[in-house]
C-alpha cells in the first residue's frame, strides 16, 4: 500500500471503475455515496436491457460524443469497447453484440456483473461509505451529511462523480453544481439528453392513440436519417428513434424556438410511386379509405396524418405525398431532466487538465456524466463513464506520483 489515501465521491460506474483502478495501484480508497446502496443507476439501465458499449468500427465510435469527441479520445483509447467486453467478461459477465451492433450481457441485466464488481473492490480493500451525501468543501476536507450528523473527511486526493441529473431519486440530482461553481469551476446548464419531446396533439388524438407506436418509420433532423420505431404518448412523442434526434432538436428549439421532426411514415414507396397511387384513388372514397389503399397507412399513422395536415392538404396527392414522406412533428420542448435517460452539459472539459484534474480546485479530479459531454443510447454513455473513470484515476496516481 501506498500510504495515500483517495477519496471518491459517487458510486456509480465511474466511480466504482476509478475505485477499481486507484486500488489496484495499492492506494487506499474509499467510495462515498448518498445512497443507501452504489450503482441503482447502473441497475435501472440493466432492466431494459444494458447496452454496456457498442461494436461499431472505432474510428466511427469515437465521433458520438459530438463535440466532446476529440477530448475525449484518450480515455476511450484507454478503455475501448473491445476492454469493456474483456472487462465484463473477467466479472463473470459475458456479452454478445445485437443485430444493431449495440452489445449487451447474456444475461442482459447489470446485477450479476455489480455484484462481482463490489465483490473485486471489497476483495481489493475499497471501503463502501454509503448515505454520505457531499455537501461541500471546509478547510479540513470534504464534509458530508449522514445518519449520525456531519462527517470531514480528509484525503491525499479527491475523485468526484456524481452523476448528472436524469432520475435524480436513483442519486444523482445536480446538486454538487453550486458546491462547484461557488469554487470556480465553469459549469455548463444541465439539459436533458436522450428524452422525448412534447407536442400539442389535439385531445381527440391523443386520447385515442398515446401508448400507440409508430413502427417501420424513417427520421430525419439535422442529427441525421434514422430509420426505427416510436411512439406517441399522451405528451408527444418518446422512444430511442426520437433519442436519436434528441440533441438536435433541443439544441435547435433554444436557437430558434422552433423545432420539427420530419418522419418518412412509407419509406418503403418512392414520392413519385406514392404520389401516382395517391392520384389513382377515386376522389369519393373517404380518406381513411385514400390513406390506406394509396399509401398503406392506417392507425396511428393515418391518425398523425389527418392530425398534421391542413384540409387542402389531404386533398391534394402530389402535396399529400410529400408530406407523408417527410412529414413535420412540431416540437415544443423536451420531456423534463428528471424523465430523460441522460443529461448533456456539466464541467466544462477546457476546465480540466489532461489528467481530469479541476484547474481550479488542484487535487480534485472529475469523471462520468458530470462532465460537459453527451451521447446517443448505444452503450456510449457508459463506454465514456467507465473509460473517463479510469483516465481520472491514472491522472490521480500521476499527480501523487509526479506533481
Ligand atoms: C433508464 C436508464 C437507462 C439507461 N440505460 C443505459 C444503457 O443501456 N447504456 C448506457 O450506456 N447508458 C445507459 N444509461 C445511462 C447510464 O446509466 C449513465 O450514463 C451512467 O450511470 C452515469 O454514470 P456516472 O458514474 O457518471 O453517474 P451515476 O451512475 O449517476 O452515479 C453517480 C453517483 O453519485 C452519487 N451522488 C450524487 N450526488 C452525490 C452527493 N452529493 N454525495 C454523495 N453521492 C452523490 C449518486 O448517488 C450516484 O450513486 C441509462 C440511464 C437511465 C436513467
Redesign the pocket.
Given at each position: 500500500m501506498s500510504g495515500k489515501e483517495i477519496a471518491i465521491?459517487?458510486?456509480?460506474?465511474?466511480?466504482l471503475m476509478a475505485a477499481e483502478m486507484l486500488s489496484m495501484s495499492g492506494y487506499a480508497v474509499t467510495v462515498?455515496?448518498?445512497?443507501p446502496t452504489?450503482g441503482?443507476?447502473?441497475l435501472?439501465?440493466g432492466k431494459?436491457g444494458?447496452?454496456?458499449t457498442h461494436s461499431e468500427d472505432y474510428q466511427h465510435f469515437v465521433t458520438r460524443f459530438g463535440t466532446a469527441s476529440h477530448r475525449l479520445r484518450d480515455a476511450l483509447d484507454g478503455f475501448t469497447p473491445q476492454d469493456v467486453r474483456t472487462w465484463a467478461s473477467g466479472l463473470g459477465t459475458e456479452t454478445f453484440t445485437g443485430t444493431s451492433g449495440r452489445v449487451f450481457p447474456t444475461v442482459m441485466k447489470a446485477s450479476p456483473l455489480l455484484r462481482a464488481w463490489l465483490g473485486r473492490l471489497e476483495a481489493q480493500g475499497v471501503k463502501l461509505m454509503t448515505r454520505?451525501?457531499?455537501t461541500g468543501f471546509a478547510d479540513s476536507g470534504l464534509v458530508f451529511e449522514t445518519p449520525n450528523g456531519p462527517v470531514t473527511v480528509q484525503g491525499d486526493a479527491t475523485l468526484l462523480?456524481?452523476?448528472?441529473a436524469?432520475?435524480p431519486r436513483l442519486?444523482?440530482?445536480g446538486?454538487?453544481i453550486p458546491l462547484l461553481s461557488d469554487k470556480g469551476v465553469e459549469i455548463a446548464d444541465l439539459q436533458p439528453a436522450n428524452c422525448g419531446f412534447d407536442v400539442a396533439w389535439s385531445d381527440v388524438f391523443k386520447d385515442r392513440f398515446a401508448g400507440a407506436p409508430l413502427k417501420s418509420v424513417t427520421t430525419m433532423s439535422e442529427a441525421g436519417t434514422f430509420p426505427g420505431e416510436f411512439v406517441v404518448s399522451r405528451h408527444g412523442i418518446e422512444g430511442s428513434l426520437v433519442y436519436a434526434h434528441c440533441a438536435a432538436l433541443r439544441d435547435r428549439l433554444t436557437r430558434q424556438g422552433h423545432a420539427r421532426l420530419l418522419v418518412d411514415l412509407a419509406p418503403g414507396r418512392s414520392l413519385e410511386r406514392l404520389e401516382k397511387d395517391l392520384a389513382r384513388q377515386d376522389g369519393k372514397i373517404s380518406l381513411s379509405n385514400r390513406l390506406r389503399k394509396g399509401a398503406g397507412l392506417e392507425g396511428v399513422k393515418a391518425a398523425l396524418v389527418r392530425e398534421l395536415c391542413s384540409q387542402s392538404i389531404l386533398q391534394d396527392p402530389a402535396q399529400l405525398a410529400r408530406l407523408i414522406k417527410a412529414l413535420p412533428i412540431p416540437v415544443v420542448r423536451p420531456r423534463p431532466i428528471a424523465e430523460a435517460?441522460?443529461s448533456a452539459g456539466g464541467i466544462r472539459l477546457d476546465g480540466l487538465d489532461k489528467r481530469y484534474m479541476l484547474k481550479a480546485l488542484p487535487g480534485v479530479f472529475v469523471a462520468?456524466?458530470?462532465l460537459d459531454w453527451e451521447a446517443p443510447?448505444g452503450?456510449?454513455?457508459?463506454?465514456a463513464?467507465l473509460a473517463t473513470g479510469r483516465a481520472a484515476a491514472k491522472g490521480v496516481n500521476e499527480w501523487l506520483n509526479f506533481g
Open positions: 465521491i459517487g458510486g456509480g460506474p465511474a466511480g462515498y455515496d448518498g445512497m452504489v441503482r443507476k447502473f435501472l439501465a431494459s444494458l447496452n454496456i454520505h451525501r457531499w462523480a456524481l452523476g448528472g436524469s432520475w442519486g444523482a440530482d446538486s454538487w435517460i441522460s462520468g456524466e458530470m443510447t452503450g456510449y454513455l457508459l463506454t463513464c
